[in-house]
C-alpha cells in the first residue's frame, strides 16, 4: 500500500495511518485513533554533528478533535520503519487532553520524564550535541531533560501522531547548516510502499 507523497518526508511502515504535510507542519490525515502513522525526515543530521529538530506546540483542539497526542524526535537514521513511538529512539511526547497540556519524554517506548507544562507557542525540540553525543529536550530554549545515554550515530527526525488530525507545527531542523523546513528542503519526493 503507498502511503502516499509527501515532500522532503517520508512515510514509515504504518498499519493503516497516513500522515500529510500541507506546508511546514504535518497532521494524520487517516486511520484510527492508535499509534499507526509514522513519518521520517529524508534529510539527517550526521554522525557526531551538532543538531535539533524543533516545533510549536498548539493545544487548542483540532477540527473534528478534543486532543492531540504526537511524539517528535530523533531516531538512528539506519533504523528500519516501525508502526508506533516505540521505534522513535528520542521522542518528546506533548499530550493535550481533557484539558491538560503536558510534556513527557520517552526513549525507544519508555517513559524518562514528565512534568512540564505546554501552552500554545511553546517551542520543544531535541538536541544532539555533536561532541559530546548528549541529547536534551527542551521548551521555549529551556533544557527539561538530559538523556542518561549519548549518541553519536546519524539521526533523522521521526514523529508519530495518535489520533485523526493530530499534528505538529512550524517544524524545522537544524544540521550544522543553519535551520531549515525539511518539508521543503531539495524538494525530495519519496514514496514507501
Not at 509527501?6 to 485513533?33: W, Y
Not at 508502526?83 to 491538560?100: E, M, N, Q, V, W
Not at 499534528?167 to 531549515?180: K, P
Request: proline content about 2%; hydrophobic content about 30%; overall charge negative.
Amino acid at each position: 500500500m503507498a502511503f502516499g507523497s509527501l515532500l522532503g518526508f517520508r512515510n514509515a511502515a504504518s498499519g493503516g495511518g497516513e500522515i500529510s504535510n500541507p506546508n511546514t507542519n504535518f497532521r494524520k490525515n487517516s486511520g484510527g485513533n492508535a499509534w499507526d502513522a509514522n513519518i521520517r525526515s529524508v534529510e539527517t543530521i550526521a554522525a557526531s554533528t551538532t543538531g535539533y529538530i524543533q516545533f510549536t506546540a498548539k493545544t487548542t483542539t483540532h477540527i473534528g478533535g478534543t486532543a492531540n497526542y504526537v511524539m517528535f524526535g530523533l531516531s538512528a537514521a539506519g533504523d528500519a520503519p516501525t508502526t508506533g513511538y516505540t521505534g522513535i529512539d528520542y521522542a518528546a511526547y506533548l499530550r493535550y487532553a481533557g484539558g491538560t497540556h503536558s510534556f513527557y519524554v520517552y526513549e525507544s517506548g519508555s517513559l524518562k520524564y514528565s512534568g512540564a507544562t505546554i501552552s500554545d507557542g511553546d517551542l520543544f525540540s531535541v538536541h544532539r550535541d555533536g561532541g559530546s553525543g548528549a541529547i536534551t529536550y527542551k521548551k521555549n530554549g529551556v533544557t527539561q531533560y538530559t538523556s542518561v545515554g549519548t549518541n553519536t550515530t546519524e539521526l533523522r527526525l521521526h514523529a508519530c501522531p495518535f489520533d485523526l488530525n493530530d499534528r505538529a507545527l512550524d517544524v524545522i531542523m537544524e544540521r550544522g547548516a543553519g535551520e531549515f523546513n525539511p518539508y521543503y528542503q531539495d524538494y525530495v519526493k519519496t514514496i514507501d510502499y
